[in-house]
């Protein structure tokens, strides 16, 4: 996922935010999965971030979307 965030924010306001809207979006999407998971969390506790640095941000929406596709070749195998 490729994040822009504003200066004023900090990266765990916004990771915060974004892992606690998804959550409620899928399991008001599933709500089964509510119940069949229990307890556990949808989102693991922690997470990464990286700066953009030495690459352009083209070079990081190409390396993006290489994964996406690795993602869809994996499913498509098992």
Request: glycine share 6%.
């Amino acid at each position: 996922m490729y994040v822009a965030i504003p200066p004023k924010m900090s990266v765990s306001e916004v990771m915060s935010y974004l892992k606690g809207k998804s959550a409620l979006m899928f399991y008001d999407r599933h709500p089964e999965m509510r119940t069949k998971w229990g307890d556990r969390h949808l989102w693991a506790r922690g997470y990464y971030v990286a700066t953009v640095g030495n690459v352009n941000e083209e070079t990081i929406r190409n390396y993006i979307r290489e994964q996406e596709e690795n993602d869809k070749l994996g499913e498509a195998t098992k």
